[in-house]
């Protein structure tokens, strides 16, 4: 007998007891939450048991933001069957745009329960009609909107910072594919954590209905094929034009993300002030629409092209030049004629006709869900099915009316969807606007007209069906075009989410002080007319179900029309597990590596592990003699090491050596330094003349972000601040930090490889990449305690010699620079220069270290970095640029003598008038 949930706010056996939601409420109220759960598996019951207990403990108002006024009105007649002790028939509502604000006003001031499009609430706050301060929950459903500027986004942000005592549910089945978008969502939201369940899941796969994805591929009729093929030599002809022009950079067929980055170095080029770039621009622009059109042919028919045309025409009317030439130009608009003469070609359609009708003949019970990008496809497939007897199709698109397309009113939307749940239409063919959240309990099969990159519309459109029971997804791909490229794509992505949604989770963590048996007091079950504590249940369920943890098979099963399905029942997730990682982790670790700070000189031996039955050496099983052979040289390596490791090798335990590290003033308005100090580094601040950060005497670090990097490159200073570096210590080295660098617009691929070439094999400088500060933190530290344990384990003859060495390449260095590829020098000067360098000391017969008797370089360092202390205190001075302040300093050279001269003495400085003296010596002498 079933068993179901009861709750003071919540009207008896509405919701059904799952272990799987009691254990996602308990967490929801915990903390504010992003819940991540497979389309199907009941996230709205867990917003119902959220929104109930928040009301009853805290009081207040719920508000829901969804993003469609269907699912809007789906949670709204859901709630009204489903709370109970409703104060009247207003106290739950639901706002939309199609509802003028001052009756919204009226409406939430009298609700408890709201649910409203995200914009209206956006609006509403910004107008001050409504109040977002007595919000005790706001639910956030289809939470992967809440990026960027979108208005679930931006509600979060007003409910955030307005309401007194907030709590926040997000939940989808999609957050994204990377981490940086899932972070977007939960950062927005203001989400502390993470509850996230997989349909293979234990508690959940007892509620899982079976879902098989079949792709089924067409073949391109050969009119079609015929329309692109003029269209393709336009192309090529168009992205060779760029390729000379140094614009496009790849060869082969051109892609769309290819010609985005075309793009993008065309707009540099034009800020550059490049002429050739203004007609490379419209190229691009032309490209663009031509891989467009050309797809739109190949994987979506004579319909979509005519609707992509259709609205390139518009544009163009309306002010867009670049589409009004593309479209006035002659191929296209005879190529446009002729669509409008022409019926539908691709058998894309005709198949999706077929498999409908298929289904329906098979079981005339069924409902089946279209989902097709264009408004004229939907037309066409809408036409063909009604030629049917078996099929009643519905139309369902947006709002809007566009191209001779009539949109639908959130009327019409609302009743379209009521006679499909009802049965009074069968099939309902819609464009996006249907994929989001709507709940139909018997949408047995859905078909893709086409498959979509995006990894959350693909798993929103899939989860249209197996809500209740068993159901079955065909995706058309037409063969060679981009449909493959799609599906892939999609793919992809889907697997992504799931390890970032992962990783993301684990960097949240988990408070440390939940208490479920207390949040979940309020909740009971009732199973075989007895009642207990819900918590009691979910334990009791987990406990039942744990054995066959591991055991599940997946939900989903992939199988290419014809083909054997992709999931074998037959074979357990664990098992599939087994095959793949066949060696345990620790036997690819490498051999004396402890952790990712520790890599040792010379790796030590690894382990010989002796089983009773075999001898094994690193998990290879071996011949009796050859593992005599090789025990004989490992025991000799052995005793080697343990005499050798501890006193030659003082790097085998650097991540235990404390270490300091010198820091420029003005990196403390970053966060390195503060992460320096958190691992416990000995942070010094000083003011270098020269780089960022400082280890030890011989290392100096010049930190520059990516996008530092590249205005040094374009205004010249890059080569400059090079040679300084170099010429400031014996180890310098160049950290870039951050993402992108090879995709910024400013600046060609080609040209900052170059530059790296330049800096790391012309003038001999490391350059090393880090993601962020953090990353660029971990560094310093490593090389920091690399540094001091390889100084620490000299002895005071190898130091001295090191010293020596290190000033000697600096002098070689000076050469160097003062005599570019080693020539023009006389004979007189060269061996003037030889001189210098055997009397500081070059025969090493001599013995000798440094010449006390003759000023060293790091003397004339210390003066050089006083010199350059004063020129930028003289900077800091009022109209104080760095010409004047090197002849300040020539002429006075001193800042003590500056300050003891009058008006009369500055103003002999070139440079300096009477009303900059003045401004001077005020600030000087204060």
């Known amino acids: 007998m079933a068993a179901f949930i009861e709750h003071p706010r919540l009207t008896a056996e509405s919701v059904e007891a799952r272990a799987y939601q009691i254990e996602a409420v308990a967490d929801c109220l915990g903390a504010p939450t992003l819940l991540v759960l497979p389309t199907a598996l009941g996230k709205t019951p867990i917003e119902w048991m959220v929104i109930a207990e928040r009301l009853h403990t805290v009081g207040g108002r719920a508000l829901i933001i969804a993003p469609t006024n269907a699912l809007v009105n789906q949670h709204f007649v859901d709630l009204k069957a489903v709370i109970k002790n409703q104060q009247s028939d207003d106290s739950i509502t639901s706002m939309t ?27 509403d706050v910004n107008r001050g009609s409504i109040d977002l301060s007595d919000v005790t929950i706001l639910v956030a459903d289809e939470a992967h909107h809440s990026t960027g500027k979108h208005s679930s986004a931006e509600v979060g942000d007003l409910y955030l910072q307005f309401a007194n005592d907030p709590l926040i549910l997000g939940a989808t089945a999609s957050p994204g594919s990377n981490r940086e978008q899932v972070e977007e969502v939960c950062k927005r939201l203001g989400l502390k954590r993470i509850h996230s369940r997989s349909a ?25 094929k015929l329309m692109a093929a003029p269209l393709q030599m336009w192309l090529e002809h168009l992205v060779d034009q760029l390729r000379r022009l140094g614009y496009h950079v790849h060869s082969g067929r051109a892609t769309s993300s290819q010609l ?15 002429g050739l770039a203004y007609n490379a621009a419209r190229q691009c622009a032309q490209a663009q629409r031509l891989l467009n059109l050309i797809g739109y042919l190949l994987s979506q028919g004579v319909a979509a092209s005519r609707e992509y045309l259709g609205r390139v025409k518009n544009s163009g009317e309306n002010g867009d030049k670049g589409a009004s030439a593309f479209f006035n130009d002659s191929r296209i608009t005879e190529l446009f004629e002729n669509l409008k003469a022409s019926p539908e070609l691709h058998e894309k359609v005709g198949k999706t006709v077929n498999l409908v009708l298929d289904q329906l003949e098979a079981h005339p019970e069924s409902r089946v869900i279209i989902f097709a990008h264009f408004r004229d496809t939907v037309n066409e497939i809408v036409k063909r099915l009604e030629d049917s007897d078996h099929a009643k199709p519905e139309r369902f698109v947006g709002q809007a009316s ?9 009327k019409s939307q609302l009743e379209g969807l009521q006679r499909f749940r009802e049965g009074k239409c069968n099939v309902l063919v819609a464009t996006s606007v249907g994929e989001e959240g709507l709940d139909v309990p018997r949408a047995d099969l859905v078909v893709f007209y086409e498959p979509v990159g995006s990894e959350i519309r693909t798993i929103q459109r899939r989860g249209r069906t197996g809500r209740h029971r068993a159901g079955t997804v065909h995706i058309l791909i037409a063969r060679d075009t981009r449909d493959e490229g799609a599906r892939a794509s999609a793919l992809f992505r889907e697997k992504k989410m799931k390890h970032a949604i992962d990783r993301v989770r684990r ?22 007319g007895i009642i207990g504590s819900a918590h009691a249940f979910m334990i009791s369920e987990m406990e039942r179900l744990a054995p066959e943890l591991g055991e599940q098979t997946s939900r989903i099963s992939t199988t290419v029309e014809g083909q054997k399905s992709v999931t074998d029942a037959s074979e357990t997730l664990s098992e599939k597990r087994g095959k793949k ?45 050859e593992n005599i052979a090789k025990l004989a040289v490992r025991a000799a390596e052995d005793i080697v090491q343990a005499l050798t490791t501890e006193a030659v090798d003082p790097l085998a335990h650097e991540a235990d050596i404390p270490c300091r590290i010198v820091v420029d003033h003005r990196e403390l308005n970053t966060t390195i330094a503060a992460t320096l100090r958190l691992q416990g580094v000995e942070v010094d601040v000083q003011t270098l003349a020269i780089g960022d950060f400082q280890i030890g005497d011989r290392v100096v670090v010049e930190r520059k972000r990516v996008r530092d990097f590249v205005d040094s490159l374009l205004d010249g200073r890059l080569l400059e601040q090079a040679h300084r570096l170099i010429a400031s210590a014996p180890r310098p080295l160049l950290l870039i930090e951050g993402g992108g660098l090879f995709t910024q617009r400013a600046v060609h691929n080609n040209a900052l490889m170059g530059a790296l070439a330049t800096l790391t094999i012309d003038l001999g400088l490391p350059v090393v990449t880090t993601q962020d500060g953090e990353e660029t933190a971990r560094f310093l530290i490593i090389a920091a305690r690399r540094e001091q344990a390889l100084l620490g384990a000299l002895t005071k003859e190898a130091r001295a010699r090191m010293k020596y060495d290190d000033e000697l390449k600096s002098r070689n260095l000076w050469f160097e620079n003062q005599v570019p590829g080693g020539s023009g020098l006389d004979e007189k000067t060269t061996i003037d220069a030889a001189e210098t360098i055997i009397d500081s000391g070059f025969q090493t017969k001599q013995k000798v270290i440094l010449d006390a008797s003759k000023g ?14 004063k020129l930028h205190l003289l900077e800091s001075l009022p109209n104080i640029g760095p010409a004047t302040a090197k002849r300040l300093l020539d002429h006075f050279k001193s800042i003590e003598a500056l300050t003891q001269a009058d008006e009369a003495e500055l103003c002999q400085v070139t440079g300096i008038g009477p009303i900059s003296a003045r401004t001077i010596l005020e600030v000087l002498r204060d």
């Not at 006003?105 to 956006?122: D, F, L, M, N, S």
């Not at 293979?200 to 079609?224: C, H, I, R, S, T």
């Open 507 to 528: 960097s949240m963590g988990r408070p440390v002080d939940d208490n479920p048996v207390e949040l979940l007091r309020s909740f009971k079950v009732r199973q075989n």
């Open 402 to 410: 566009r191209d001779g397309s009539e949109g639908m009113t959130q």
């Open 200 to 224: 293979e899941n234990a508690l959940l796969a007892p509620y899982a209905a079976g879902l098989q994805v079949k792709e089924v591929f067409v073949d391109v009729d050969d009119g079609l």
């Open 581 to 625: 990682y066949k060696k345990e982790p620790s036997r690819l670790r490498p051999r004396g590596q402890t952790g990712l700070d520790s890599f040792p000189s010379s790796a030590p031996t690894s382990a010989i592990t002796d089983d009773k039955d075999e001898t094994r050496i690193d998990g290879n099983d071996l011949d009796i003699d």
């Open 856 to 869: 060293s370089l790091l003397d004339q360092r210390e003066e050089q970095k006083k010199q350059t202390n």
């Open 260 to 274: 985005n980055e075309t793009r993008g170095r065309i707009q540099g080029a034009i800020v550059r002030g490049e």
């Open 97 to 123: 745009g199609s509802i003028d604000w001052r009756k919204r006003q009226k409406r939430w001031a009298a609700a408890e329960i709201i649910v409203a499009t995200p914009h209206v609430i956006r609006n």
